[in-house]
């Protein structure tokens, strides 16, 4: 078990879009250092309580607390303040910007002396170097910094957008279908690396319809069902993916 | 990546997801982006060598002081346009925003007699005026800049004639022909100015955030907001620098000529989108140098200058920018086709039982 301090907590929450209830009285915990996996069938509300853990979206009902203090988020952006980041498919990365441009992108650092201080000159050597140390930290190989992301493959996007959420000290990282249209290699490059960020006690919320990646990654499962939790289990080697489908449909 | 936002920018082509490419021509790509400017400099010593050889009267410091000096205008013009075009947006009322200011400009100096310094400052004004408009329609309303700006082209020139009624107003004395004739240190005044915001320009495109976040509007536009990147500000702000600029490239150009004369600025637009173009800013935003930009003004200044040094007739001019304009833009074509090209041997895709969300 990990007896890691809860990072993120969710409780009863409830969320309606119209004649439609969404998400039904959910609650969910996070730990640092813990992978929780997130599934089930199409429509079952996971991209929903994405919306309301990132700040994108307001519950009618439930409250949300990040390190023990209850927050109420207008926008992403408040999220991000407190360490909560969202890497969505749309991966917000600037394809004619390099890696570390886009790193920076918005906290560009300055100089040092007057140039610096008064006439916002940006310090660029010190950019790279502070996103090839990141990178180097997290077990990252990607191609030289100053590499164009339009000429990055998927996966190695996906390694930059997760990397930039924790350079800038995000603790608390969610991840909806990281993997979804990416190739082996590119797969691996993620799942390694949700693997490693793990080890440095990022907490990560990892929503996917793939059995196997979720069972390879996640310390614990919370499956979905019609807006409703149906199960929160801790994964060891007896958990099957066959058993965790029978969870999501309704057939156990 | 459907891009969501182009729905207000119908006229660029929807940009294509990038695929990763293969090594050789993916070097050649990146080598084509990075070096796009670099291969007009060098286009550009050709020629200044060719001319060299062919005239006597070529690489004169006399000569070069003309260049600059007949490039000087559109250079200014062309910097604020330059920032707008790497941020996706175009600015085509610069030539009838610069009339207008310079009637107003007459207008007060000549038939109202308010002081120089008044007289300057509001034509000034009426540009910053003008492109606050611009900037307001386009940026924060989200209309098309190419509809806004070509309005502009037509209502800013119409209005200026109804300042003037096509009467040319002129006799602003020794002071303000000194922004025009004057020099400092054997430079012109103008190329003084010029050459100032260059360096101002460069300063922000290259080494302040300013440079990569208008970069980004261009790119993409929902991922640079998502990043905290104004992105209605930012090109609200460049619209005024741009209409500013045209007024004092009208100013300018007013003292050169000492005369407030309805006819300037005409073409100035497309002069200015054409240096912008050539100096490889693509058009539809993202990319560029401007480094490149000052390459392109220059190389039009070269080529008009050579080709009349030679004696050969303003038609050539234009054909061979018109030229050279079509083959900067075949570049760019086979760099964005490059760019599109797959990965030779592709990865075979994780089954996925479902791409949701
Ligand atoms: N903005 C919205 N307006 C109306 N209904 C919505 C909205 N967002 C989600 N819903 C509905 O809420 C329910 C849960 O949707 P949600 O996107 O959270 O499911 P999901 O588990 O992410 O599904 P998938 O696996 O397909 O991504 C669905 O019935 C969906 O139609
Ligand atoms: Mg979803």
């Known amino acids: 078990m990990n007896e890691q301090p809860v990072v993120l907590a969710v409780e009863g929450i409830t969320k309606r879009f119209g004649a439609v209830t969404a998400l039904n009285d959910v609650s969910l915990e996070l730990r640092a250092g813990e992978v929780l996996g997130l599934i089930g069938d199409n429509g079952a509300g996971k991209s929903t309580m994405v919306g309301v853990m990132s700040g994108a979206l307001r519950p009618d009902e439930g409250t949300v607390s990040v390190d023990g203090v209850e927050r109420s988020f207008a926008n992403p952006a408040e999220a991000r303040a407190v360490g909560i980041e969202t890497v969505f498919q749309n991966l917000a990365l600037v394809p004619t910007l390099n890696i570390a441009e886009n790193v920076f992108l918005r906290r560009e650092q300055y100089g040092p002396g007057m140039l610096g201080k008064t006439f916002h000159r940006m310090h660029k050597s010190a950019m790279r170097r502070e996103v090839r140390e990141g990178f180097e930290r997290f077990g990252v190989t990607l191609p030289p910094v100053r590499t164009k992301v339009s000429a990055l493959s998927g996966g190695q996007r996906q390694a930059v957008a997760i990397t930039r959420a924790v350079l800038w000290g995000s603790h608390i990282v969610i991840m909806d279908e990281p993997a979804a249209a990416l190739g082996v290699k590119q797969t691996e490059l993620v799942l390694s690396l949700v693997e490693r960020l793990k080890a440095h006690g990022v907490a990560i919320v990892f929503i996917s319809h793939n059995m196997q990646h979720v069972l390879r990654v996640a310390d614990r499962i919370a499956v979905f069902r019609l807006g409703r939790k149906v199960a929160d289990i801790d994964v060891h080697d007896q958990t099957t993916g066959a058993h965790l489908v029978g969870l999501m449909t309704g057939a156990a | 990546m459907a891009q969501a936002e182009s729905a207000g920018r ?58 600059l000096l007949q490039v000087s205008i559109v250079g200014l013009v062309a910097i604020p346009q330059a920032m707008l075009v790497l941020s996706g947006y175009v600015d085509l009322s610069v030539g009838s925003v610069a009339v207008l200011a310079v009637a107003m400009f007459g207008q007060m100096a000549r038939v109202d007699h308010h002081s120089l310094a008044l007289s300057i400052a509001i034509a000034l004004a009426v540009g910053a005026g003008w492109g606050l408009m611009n900037g307001v329609l386009i940026s924060y309303l989200e209309f098309s800049p190419i509809i806004v700006t070509l309005g502009g082209f037509a209502g800013a020139r119409g209005v200026a004639e109804t300042i003037t009624h096509d009467v040319t107003q002129f006799g602003f004395g020794d002071k303000f022909a000194y922004l025009g004739n004057g020099t400092i240190l054997s430079v012109p005044v103008p190329a003084v100015i010029f050459l100032g915001f260059f360096v101002v320009g460069a300063y922000i495109w290259y080494e302040m955030p300013l440079g990569r976040h208008m970069m980004s509007i261009g790119a993409d536009k929902i991922a640079a907001r998502s990043r905290g990147v104004s992105t209605k500000l930012i090109p609200c702000v460049l619209y005024v620098f741009s209409g500013i600029a045209a007024a004092a490239g009208g100013l300018i150009l007013t003292s050169e000529l000492d005369g407030a004369s309805p006819s300037i600025g005409i073409g100035l637009e497309l002069q200015v989108l054409t240096a912008v173009l050539l100096g490889g800013v693509a058009f539809a935003g993202g990319r560029g140098s401007l480094w490149g930009v000052l390459f392109g003004i220059l190389f039009i200044g070269v080529l008009n200058n050579g080709l009349i040094l030679l004696n050969i007739g303003p038609y050539v001019v234009n054909l061979a920018v018109g030229a050279v304009l079509v083959a900067a833009a075949g570049a760019d074509a086979f760099y964005q086709r490059l760019e599109r090209i797959p990965v030779a041997a592709a990865e075979p895709v994780a089954a996925e039982p479902e791409a949701s969300t």
Do not use: C, D
Request: no cysteine; net charge positive.
């Open chain 2, 10 to 67: 119908s006229w660029r082509k929807p940009r294509a997801p990038r695929e990763p490419r293969s090594g050789g021509l993916r070097r050649l790509a990146a080598l084509l982006a990075n070096y796009q400017s670099g291969g007009l400099l060098i286009a550009l010593l050709v020629m200044g060598a060719i001319f060299t050889s062919m005239s006597k009267n070529f690489l004169t410091h006399r000569n070069l002081t003309v260049i």
